[in-house]
């Protein structure tokens, strides 16, 4: 099969936009408020002992949900989401073999540079 311009540039693209949002996704994801589990005011933010795994698992759940409040974290989610579509595409219409370590190592590649640019 032969591999033409569209797949390629597809290829790169997806790399590149995946690669390029992972380190924004992950530098957004960290609280900044909460830093190595304590809050501003020097207080821990782990539980107590007498709390139950349930509310653990409550309380972790509704941080996680929150995070997607900040536009730090979706907007890169979602553009990350569309390379995601774009790779759907490219798999449908190319070698399936080629294309996926492909946008694999772009993407790693991409994630480092971007990861390097931003410190």
Known sequence: MTV???D????????AVWGCTNPF??????????????SRDGKSDKPTDDQ????????????SLLRFRR???WLPYLLN???SI????????????L?????????????SATSFLLG
């Open 8 to 15: 390629v540039l597809s290829a790169v693209l997806v790399g």
């Open 71 to 73: 536009v730090r974290v």
């Open 81 to 83: 989401q569309s390379g």
């Open 99 to 111: 294309s996926v370590p492909v946008c694999n190592a772009l993407a790693l590649v991409f994630s």
């Open 25 to 38: 996704l992950r530098k957004g994801a960290t609280n900044d408020e909460n830093i190595g589990g304590q």
């Open 86 to 97: 774009l790779y759907y595409k490219l798999l449908a219409t190319s070698d399936l073999s």
């Open 52 to 63: 139950s795994n349930q509310s653990k698992k409550n309380n972790s759940m509704v941080q």
């Open 4 to 6: 033409g311009w569209g």
